[in-house]
Nanobody, 127 residues
Framework: QVQVVESGGGSAQAGGSLRLSCTVS????????LGWFRQAPGKEREGVAC????????YNADSVKGRFTVSRDNSKNTLYLQMNSLKPKDAGLYYC????????????????????WGQGTQVNVSS
């Protein structure tokens, strides 16, 4: 059974930083592209970033380029999202996700391409 567990959410002021973590169990972690999505109240779910199985390629949504960095440690089965220069519009529930197909990578953040989702971790940003 695949389990996806996010942590590290919390509150920050605009311009501040937070680091999210995600552990995944129940599959061969290093075989899968992983990603982050977020959803603010009343808004559609939005893809934030994804990273290739080996961590040698990544893709960020335009809304977070230059501010967020996705990384992974395959020895620890852990995915990270370093969020800097936070803005109030970055607030929302952040989800860690695994790509539907193993050993594949593409620079896209279509929700349908990701099949295992965590429960989410809340990020609040005050102005």
């Amino acid at each position: 059974q695949v389990q996806v567990v996010e942590s590290g959410g919390g509150s920050a002021q605009a311009g501040g930083s937070l680091r999210l973590s995600c552990t995944v169990s129940g599959l061969t972690f290093s075989d899968y592209t992983l990603g982050w999505f977020r959803q603010a109240p009343g808004k559609e779910r939005e893809g934030v970033a994804c990273i290739s199985p080996r961590g040698d390629d990544s893709y960020n949504a335009d809304s977070v380029k230059g501010r967020f960095t996705v990384s992974r440690d395959n020895s620890k089965n852990t995915l990270y999202l370093q969020m800097n220069s936070l803005k109030p519009k970055d607030a929302g529930l952040y989800y860690c996700v695994t790509r539907r197909w193993s050993r594949t990578y593409a620079q896209n953040l279509r929700p349908g391409n990701y099949n295992f989702w965590g429960q989410g971790t809340q990020v609040n940003v005050s102005s």
